[in-house]
Every structure is written in C-alpha cells, then in structure tokens.
C-alpha cells in the first residue's frame, strides 16, 4: 500500500527533480495556476512545477505514480471549460509547461516545425513567418495560449474551414505517459501506416492520458494575397446559402467564414470603446469572410467583389465594407475576436460550443434563438462563430438590467440543455471545439452512448490505472450515473 507523502516530502522530491526554482508554493505564486481563465473554477495545488525538460516531466510523472499524487498538466491556461487548473482538495501538483517553449526546428522542404510543448501560438506562428511559411491555427487567444494545450484540446478556431482543426495540423507527439515512460514519434511522416496512430489518443484527451512535450506540426504555403469583407446577410439562411456560393466562386480560396449577430457586434463595439461599425447601418446578421490565395491580390479581390455581386443579386446581402488597407482587415479581425473577452467582460453568458451540420445551421439557430427568448425576452443574443464548419458560439447575454449572478442561477442550466439538446436533435456536438474539463463533464452522461463512455474509460485505465492525470476532468463517473455499457 502506497502511504500519501507528507507535503514536505512531495516538495522535496519535486525541488530534487525540477529545481527549487522550478517549484512554486506561496498562493500569491500558484494563484494564476489554480484559477480558470473566465475565473469560474479556482482549486489548490500543494505544488506548481515547471519543468524544463521532458525528461524532468517524466520524472515528476513517475515520483507521482509511485506515491499516488494526482497531476494536473497546464498549458496557457486559457480553457473556457475549466480542464487545466485543479480541483479545491489540494491533493493535485500542476506541471506548467511554459518553460517548455523552444523551436527546435524548421524544416522547409519538409515543410515541418518541431517546438516543446510549451511554445505559445502565436510564437509558432512567428517562427513559421520567419520561415516564410503558414502555421494556420487561428485562435483569439494565440499570445497565451500554448501548442500542447491546442493539441490536448484539438483546439479550432476562425480558419478550420480551410486547414483543419489541430488535430489535421500535427504529423508526431512527444508524451509522457501517467508512469512516466515517454512515448516520443517526432517524426515528420505525412505517410505512416504501421498500425494504430497512437497520437491521436492524446490529441483532445485534454490531458487525461499522458502529457504532451512536444510536437512535429505541419507547415503550409504563405498565402500570397489576402480578401476580407464584413457582409451584412438576410438571416443565417442566407448567410448558408452565400457560403455555398462563395465556395463554388471561389475554388476553395475562403479562408474563414465567421457568423456575428447583432447583439454581438454591439457588445463588442462597445467593449471596445471608439471603433466603429464596418457598415453604417445596423443589421441583424453579418459574417465575415476572408479569402487567401497564391494568385495576385487584385485577382483574388475580383474574386471576392463576384461573391458580393451574385449575393446581392440573389437577395442574400444587403450591405458590405471591403478592407481596403492591411488596418481594415485587423480592424474587422479585431471585431470578431474581441467577442469572447466582451462577453467575460460584461458577465452573464451562457456559453453554448455546439455544432450541427452546416446544412441545419439556420435552422438551429432560428429555432434556439426563438426557444430562449420566449424564456426571458430581453435576453441579448450574442451568436457568433465559425459557420464554415457548422461550429455556431450560441451565448445568451443577460438583459442590460439584470445582474449576472441571478441571470446565471435562473437560467444557466436550463438555457444550456435546451441549447445542447437542440443541437443533438440535429446530428450536432454539445461541444465543438471547447473540449469538455469539468464545465461539460457530466453532460455527455447523456449525450454519449453507454459504449462510447465505456470505451473512453477503457483506454483511461489502460494507459492511467490510478486515474492520477487529471482526474475529474472530461470523463463523467459512470458507475456513480449506473452507466456502464459493460
Ligand atoms: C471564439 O471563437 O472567439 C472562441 O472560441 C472563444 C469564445 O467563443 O469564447
Ligand atoms: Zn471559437
């Protein structure tokens, strides 16, 4: 029987592995580690680790196994489902991996950038720049954000329509596993079939199954020119329908095509303060679309005004602004990307990640839209995302009057099942690019099949028998909801 180390031995053990400089106690040090990004989820941490090599993880890993301490592996700690901070036992050592944060290499012909896991987004991004090359994850919180947080979410954003989601994006991992091996395939393969693709176990477990140090990521051509316009639409109807025409105007050049409702474009202006609005006149429905090409930019720019035409023709737009300037197109990116932080800011969201197929989205969203209101009429709703690939941020706001906290305890709940159980009627995900943590956790009791948890937790106790990584997180308990489909 393993007797639970003292927190002075867990300490040491740790200093004696990863540096006393690498080992953190005091709250006021561990505060940022223990809190969620939206400030929802606070635990404790007898620990915070930040190891500088894989080999310091994989200790750190197997100290842990050995004595039975739970581990909570943290990237930038941006999850807006509360997966990467701890819970409130104090039992769990959270390893950061931002001092992980190296580019180990880039190579062109290849075509491949190896980094540490730690490596932020946007540094990835910046070192395939250098290398006049596209890393193509897009997420607005690219400058905190950390690789092996986007691989153990498999995480989105605005231009999975075109590249993929992460998951599309990585050719090798580097993982260390709950008992400390470290299973490493930094290959850059683009062909491998040799059985089981084991790093797609790892890829979206968010941290249940080992940790991600480290990862061969794809790299693409830099596009040569770039079309952004910020379109006023009908309805989400015909904002389906232009997407349809874009597509076969455009020969697979749209890079994002990204859903705003009013109510989301108005809180996000004014969370912003002195920007205004790309259109002059308010409009219920907008998307912004973003075209990138290898051809010229007044070819790729022809391409664009021919959507706009054919949409006005066919009574799909009713108004557009055309960047003309690299500060018009930031400027519009700006608009979309700040809705999140609007929202947080403003208190009172009750965030919805659902996807259904594109073809259901105007149906979706008409009907939920109806279905809340007819709960609480003024309810603001900020409805945003990436309809290109079906993923709709469906986020009803409070009413200007209301506080968030008593919005929150009505409505939470409720709005979130109608919502969720909508967008399973129709084929759709409860959550499309969010992951689970713990926000979701006990939601797929009911919209997993008894044989997909099941096997979900065949491969957890396969790999992690002591259910020490990361426990609580993504997986519900299915004995305790008597769901087992053994
Ligand atoms: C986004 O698309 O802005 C992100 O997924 C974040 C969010 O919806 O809050
Ligand atoms: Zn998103």
Same mark, same amino acid.
């Given at each position: 029987m393993?007797?639970?180390?003292?927190?002075a031995?867990l300490l040491?053990?740790?200093?004696?592995?990863?540096?006393?400089?690498?080992?953190?106690?005091?709250?006021a040090d561990?505060?940022?580690y223990?809190t969620?990004?939206?400030?929802?989820?606070?635990?404790?941490?007898?620990?915070?680790v930040?190891?500088?090599?894989t080999?310091?993880?994989?200790r750190?890993m197997?100290?842990?196994?050995?004595?039975?301490?739970?581990?909570?592996?943290?990237?930038?700690?941006?999850s807006?489902?509360g997966?990467?901070?701890?819970?409130?036992?104090?039992?769990?050592v959270?390893?950061?991996?931002k001092?992980?944060h190296?580019?180990l290499?880039?190579d062109?012909?290849?075509?491949t950038? +190896?980094?540490e %896991?730690g =490596?932020t987004?946007?540094?990835?991004? $910046? #070192?395939?720049?250098?290398?006049? *090359?596209?890393?193509? &994850?897009?997420i607005?919180?690219?400058?905190?954000?950390?690789?092996g947080?986007n691989?153990?979410?498999?995480a989105?954003?605005t231009?999975v329509?075109r590249?993929?989601n992460?998951?599309?994006?990585?050719l090798?991992?580097?993982?260390v596993l709950?008992?400390?091996?470290?299973?490493?395939?930094?290959?850059?393969?683009r062909?491998?079939?040799?059985?089981?693709?084991?790093?797609?176990?790892?890829i979206g477990?968010?941290?249940?199954?080992?940790?991600?140090?480290?990862a061969?990521l794809?790299?693409m051509?830099?596009?040569?020119? +770039?079309?952004? %316009?910020f =379109?006023a639409?009908?309805s989400?109807? $015909? #904002?389906?329908e232009?997407?349809? *025409?874009?597509?076969? &105007?455009?020969?697979?050049?749209?890079?994002?095509?990204?859903?705003?409702s009013?109510?989301?474009?108005e809180?996000?202006?004014?969370?912003?303060?002195?920007?205004p609005?790309p259109?002059?006149s308010?409009?219920?429905?907008?998307?912004?679309?973003?075209?990138?090409?290898?051809i010229?930019?007044e070819?790729?720019?022809?391409?664009l005004m021919?959507?706009?035409?054919?949409g006005?023709?066919g009574?799909?737009v009713?108004?557009?602004?055309?960047?003309?300037?690299?500060?018009?197109?930031q400027?519009?990116?700006?608009?979309?990307?700040?809705?999140?932080?609007?929202?947080?800011?403003?208190?009172?969201?009750?965030?919805?990640?659902?996807?259904?197929?594109?073809?259901?989205?105007?149906?979706f969203?008409?009907n939920?839209?109806?279905?809340?209101?007819?709960l609480?009429p003024a309810t603001?709703?900020?409805?945003?995302?990436?309809?290109g690939?079906?993923?709709v941020?469906f986020?009803?706001?409070?009413?200007?009057?209301?506080d968030?906290?008593?919005?929150?305890?009505?409505?939470?709940k409720?709005v979130?099942?109608?919502?969720?159980?909508?967008?399973?009627?129709?084929?759709?995900?409860i959550?499309a690019?969010?992951?689970?943590?713990?926000?979701?956790?006990?939601d797929?009791?009911?919209?997993?099949?008894?044989?997909?948890?099941?096997?979900?937790?065949q491969?957890?106790?396969?790999?992690?028998?002591?259910n020490?990584l990361?426990?609580?997180?993504?997986?519900?308990d299915?004995?305790?909801a008597?769901k087992?489909g053994a």
């Amino acid at each position: 029987m393993t007797v639970t180390p003292t927190p002075a031995t867990l300490l040491s053990a740790m200093q004696d592995i990863v540096g006393a400089g690498n080992c953190l106690t005091a709250d006021a040090d561990t505060e940022s580690y223990v809190t969620d990004y939206r400030r929802l989820y606070k635990g404790k941490a007898p620990v915070v680790v930040t190891p500088t090599t894989t080999e310091q993880v994989s200790r750190v890993m197997a100290w842990c196994h050995a004595n039975d301490v739970p581990v909570v592996p943290q990237g930038g700690n941006t999850s807006l489902m509360g997966g990467a901070v701890p819970d409130d036992s104090g039992t769990a050592v959270v390893i950061s991996l931002k001092k992980m944060h190296r580019v180990l290499a880039i190579d062109t012909v290849n075509d491949t950038m +190896t980094v540490e %896991a730690g =490596v932020t987004l946007s540094a990835a991004r $910046a #070192a395939a720049d250098e290398a006049r *090359r596209l890393f193509p &994850l897009r997420i607005g919180s690219e400058g905190s954000c950390q690789i092996g947080g986007n691989l153990s979410t498999n995480a989105g954003g605005t231009a999975v329509l075109r590249y993929g989601n992460m998951r599309d994006l990585v050719l090798g991992i580097e993982v260390v596993l709950p008992d400390g091996r470290v299973f490493s395939s930094l290959k850059g393969l683009r062909k491998d079939n040799t059985g089981y693709d084991l790093k797609h176990l790892f890829i979206g477990a968010e941290g249940t199954l080992g940790i991600i140090t480290g990862a061969v990521l794809k790299l693409m051509p830099q596009p040569r020119s +770039t079309a952004v %316009a910020f =379109v006023a639409v009908q309805s989400p109807a $015909a #904002a389906v329908e232009l997407l349809g *025409r874009a597509r076969a &105007l455009s020969g697979g050049a749209i890079t994002a095509f990204e859903l705003i409702s009013s109510p989301a474009l108005e809180l996000v202006l004014e969370y912003l303060g002195n920007i205004p609005s790309p259109l002059e006149s308010r409009h219920d429905w907008m998307v912004l679309i973003e075209l990138t090409s290898g051809i010229d930019e007044e070819t790729l720019n022809g391409t664009l005004m021919e959507i706009l035409e054919a949409g006005l023709e066919g009574g799909l737009v009713v108004d557009a602004a055309v960047a003309s300037s690299l500060a018009d197109v930031q400027q519009f990116w700006r608009i979309r990307e700040e809705i999140s932080d609007a929202q947080t800011r403003t208190g009172g969201s009750i965030k919805c990640d659902i996807s259904v197929p594109v073809s259901r989205i105007a149906q979706f969203t008409e009907n939920a839209s109806a279905k809340v209101l007819a709960l609480e009429p003024a309810t603001r709703m900020v409805i945003y995302g990436h309809m290109g690939d079906g993923n709709v941020h469906f986020n009803p706001l409070r009413p200007r009057e209301r506080d968030a906290k008593s919005f929150l305890a009505q409505w939470y709940k409720p709005v979130s099942d109608l919502v969720d159980g909508l967008a399973h009627a129709e084929n759709g995900s409860i959550s499309a690019e969010h992951g689970v943590g713990v926000a979701k956790r006990d939601d797929l009791l009911q919209y997993k099949s008894s044989v997909e948890l099941e096997l979900m937790w065949q491969v957890k106790r396969a790999l992690d028998p002591k259910n020490l990584l990361n426990p609580g997180r993504l997986l519900p308990d299915i004995d305790a909801a008597g769901k087992s489909g053994a």
